[in-house]
């Protein structure tokens, strides 16, 4: 098992910038990919990026992309992703997730961070 805790979230305006981080800790051997996803009020929770355990290339939904990026640092065992030009729609929880071995499912999830953007 991996266990999860983000931190970073806030109350910030349009155009600001946060940096949210997932420290992981545990069975971390076993990580192929960290992702960070979120949960608007009523809406389902949907995908913001990934990124894998040892780094490399990074994935991002369209409506994050050019705005947001994620980063990792193995040496903390540490995933980040930095949000920039925030918009009112980027209000929402955000949570940290790992996908471990065999890989393809996120199994590991943190207890999320609240953001909100006002206009």
């Known amino acids: 098992q991996v266990q999860l805790v983000e931190s970073g979230g806030g109350s910030v305006q349009a155009g600001d910038s946060l940096r949210l981080s997932c420290a992981a800790s545990?069975?971390?051997?076993?990580?192929?990919?960290m992702g960070w996803f979120r949960q608007a009020p009523g809406k389902e929770r949907e995908y913001v990026a990934r990124i894998g355990w040892s780094g490399g290339s990074a994935y991002y939904t369209d409506s994050v992309k050019g705005r947001f990026t994620i980063s990792i640092n193995n040496a903390e065992n540490t995933v980040y992703l930095q949000m920039n030009s925030l918009k009112p729609e980027d209000t929402a929880v955000y949570y940290c997730?790992?996908?471990?071995?065999?890989?393809?499912?996120?199994?590991?999830w943190g207890q999320g961070t609240q953001v909100t953007v006002s206009s």
């Open positions: 545990g069975r971390t051997f076993a990580v192929c990919a």
């Open positions: 997730a790992s996908d471990r071995v065999p890989c393809g499912s996120y199994d590991s």
